[in-house]
Nanobody
Framework: QVQLVDSGGDLVQEGGSLRLSCVAS????????MGWFRQPPGKEREFLAA????????VHADSVKGRFTASRDNAGKLVYLQMDSLKLEDTAIYYC??????????????????WGQGTQVTVSS
C-alpha cells in the first residue's frame, strides 16, 4: 500500500523559513510527479508546486514563486518544499501528493491520486 507522510510543519515567525518533507513508501516516489498543496483555514485547497519524477521540471504557483521551492531526492524517497520569507497568509495545512503523470506538472488536485496526511504550518507576527 502506498503511503505518503508529510512532516516539518511548525510555528514560525513572519519572515522565517521552514522546510517540509514528504517520504513515500514503495517505488512510487521515484516514478511520478510530486506536488505540494495547502489548505488555509476556512478556504479551499490550493496548488503550490509540482516537480517531475526526474526533478528537471518544476512549476510554482504565483502566490509562492520566489519564496517556495520544491525539490526531490529520489534515492532517499523524499520530496521537499523549502519555504522562505513566510507570511501570515501562508498559515495552512500543507500536503504532499503523488500525481498520475511522470513528465507533466499538473496544478489541479484531481490529477493527484495519493496524498499525505498533512502538516500544520502557522506563521505568527
Amino acid at each position: 500500500q502506498v503511503q505518503l507522510v508529510d512532516s516539518g510543519g511548525d510555528l514560525v515567525q513572519e519572515g522565517g523559513s521552514l522546510r517540509l518533507s514528504c517520504v513515500a513508501s514503495g517505488k512510487i516516489l521515484g516514478s511520478y510527479t510530486m506536488g505540494w498543496f495547502r489548505q488555509p483555514p476556512g478556504k479551499e485547497r490550493e496548488f503550490l508546486a509540482a516537480i517531475t519524477w526526474d526533478g528537471i521540471r518544476t512549476v510554482h504557483a504565483d502566490s509562492v514563486k520566489g519564496r517556495f521551492t520544491a525539490s526531490r531526492d529520489n534515492a532517499g524517497k523524499l520530496v521537499y518544499l523549502q519555504m522562505d520569507s513566510l507570511k501570515l497568509e501562508d498559515t495552512a495545512i500543507y500536503y504532499c501528493a503523488c500525481a498520475t503523470s511522470r513528465l507533466s506538472v499538473p496544478t489541479t488536485d484531481d490529477q493527484y491520486r495519493y496524498w499525505g496526511q498533512g502538516t500544520q504550518v502557522t506563521v505568527s507576527s
